[in-house]
């Protein structure tokens, strides 16, 4: 059963570079032909698709993001990792990795502040 | 861009009433690549309903999930306490993938 789970610092300092890793256990990030996507959820609202990157290779970012989003896959580890840059207040949130449709990692806060 | 709209907002409902949630695409959703999500206080979203239809791995069988192009429903038909929660509708077929708003399940 694969199961995923997310990492990193829990504090960013504004304008620094937010970088989170998602571990994958259970099964091969390279196989199976699936898809991988990171998601956050700022508090007390809704859901935001922020990055995806195929079995094939292909990535797509949230247009709202785009400047400053980065997904990448790290196949040697079985991991795949967000990068945000330039990161303010409203960058607060609980972030999500998931294999597209499922499953999802239980999430991490991150939270930006001096 | 796929907008997703939900409604209602909010549904209140008591225990052992059928639920129906709406999710309404402002473009057609190609291979009914539509999802459904349900998430409880603090937890992480839980997959119900992937391809329009189908259920995932352990959802209850009360939970079902119709529609295609731009209209698309998630049935509950008999509310267990479990259940009071929020909804999320999610298209993955074109990108930017993107989230409806959420429906909150409350009890009545």
């Known amino acids: 059963q694969v199961q995923l789970q997310e990492s990193g610092p829990g504090l960013v300092k504004p304008s620094q570079t937010l970088s989170l890793t998602c571990t994958v256990s259970?099964?091969?990030?390279?196989?199976?032909?699936?898809?991988w996507s990171w998601i956050r959820q700022h508090p007390g609202k809704g859901l935001e698709w922020m990055a995806y990157l195929s079995y094939s290779g292909r990535i797509f970012y949230n247009p709202s993001l785009k400047s400053r989003v980065a997904i990448s896959v790290d196949t040697s580890t079985n991991q795949f990792s967000l990068k945000l840059s330039s990161v303010t207040a409203a960058d607060t949130a609980v972030y999500y990795c998931?294999?597209?449709?499922?499953?999802w990692g239980q999430g991490t806060l991150v939270t930006v502040s001096s | 861009e796929i907008v997703l709209t939900q409604s209602p907002g909010t549904l209140s409902l008591s225990p052992g009433e059928r639920a129906t949630l709406s999710c309404r695409a402002s473009q057609t959703v190609t291979y009914n690549f539509l999802a459904w999500y349900q998430q409880g206080p603090g937890q992480a979203p839980r997959l119900l309903i992937y391809?329009?239809?189908s259920r995932a791995t352990g959802v209850p069988d009360r939970f079902s999930g119709s529609g295609s192009g731009t209209d698309f429903t998630l049935t509950i038909s008999r509310l267990e306490p479990e259940d009071f929660a929020v909804y999320y509708c999610?298209?993955?077929?074109?990108?930017?993938?993107?989230f409806g708003p959420g429906t909150k399940v409350d009890i009545k």
């Open positions: 999610h298209q993955y077929d074109s990108s930017p993938f993107t």
């Open positions: 259970g099964g091969s990030i390279s196989s199976g032909g699936y898809s």
């Open positions: 391809g329009a239809s």
């Open positions: 998931a294999r597209v449709p499922e499953p």
